[in-house]
Each structure stands twice: as structure tokens, then as C-alpha cells.
């Protein structure tokens, strides 16, 4: 993936979320349990735990260092059984249709970037968690 962790211990890895071929919606996180879990209810106190702090961080994160406006956090479908939370921001001049956590990332006027651009993006939020944590 590129940009690789930005975070990782034993409960969870943080990173940008892959596009495949396609230019990625830069800043767009996901935050995965390293442990077997399907979802919410299945997690550890210590994972839960884990989960709420770093969202935070995170979106803190994104808020700074890629002047994000708002930022959403959340878990949607099973077709993976595996806990991912997803870490959306939303940037200035995003439309009202593109307001929501759900379709923020299909704004055709976001910043995207390929590998290059994930990369740089993940270092400044890298960089940014080391000096808050």
C-alpha cells in the first residue's frame, strides 16, 4: 500500500486506503484491528480503546496537516468480516451532495494522487502523530 503505516502497534495498523490503478482520495485512512474481529461488539476493551483514541488522532491530524474541514469516521458493510473503520475527510469546497460520510471520497474536485502523492501525505501525518502521541 503505498505510504505504508502511519501507525502500527499490537491492536491496530493505520493507513491510506488503496484505489487500485486509480488516483486515490488523498487522506482517506482506515483503521484495521490486527486481531480477528468482525465489527463493533466483537472488539476487546483494550481495542475499542485503541480504535477511539487513534480516530481521533487521526482526523486531528488530517484537520492539520491536510487542512481537512470535517472529518468522518466510519464502519459500514460485511463483505469483508473483518473490522475496518473508515477515516474520511472532507475538504473546503466540497458540494452539499459530497457532505456526508458516504459519498465525500466520490467528489470529483478532491485532492487525489497516486503513489507519489499518498506517500507524501502519509509522511505528514506520520510525522504529525509522532510529535502528538
Known amino acids: 500500500m503505498p505510504g505504508g503505516a502511519v501507525y502500527e502497534d499490537d491492536l491496530v495498523y493505520i493507513g491510506h486506503r488503496g484505489f487500485g490503478d486509480e488516483p486515490g482520495y488523498l487522506g482517506y485512512m482506515m483503521i484495521d484491528i490486527k486481531r480477528h474481529a468482525n465489527g463493533y461488539g466483537d472488539l476487546t476493551d483494550e481495542e475499542a480503546a485503541a480504535v477511539g483514541v487513534w480516530t481521533n488522532r487521526v482526523s486531528e491530524a488530517l484537520k492539520t496537516v491536510a487542512k481537512a474541514e470535517h472529518v468522518y469516521a466510519y464502519v459500514h458493510g460485511d463483505a469483508v468480516a473483518h473490522f475496518h473503520l473508515h477515516i474520511v475527510p472532507r475538504y ?30 502519509c509522511t505528514r501525518i506520520r510525522e504529525h502523530l509522532l510529535r502528538i502521541a
Open 92 to 121: 473546503a469546497g466540497a458540494p452539499d451532495a459530497h457532505r456526508n460520510p458516504m459519498n465525500a471520497a466520490s467528489w470529483e474536485g478532491a485532492p487525489r494522487g497516486g503513489a507519489e502523492q499518498i506517500e507524501a501525505i
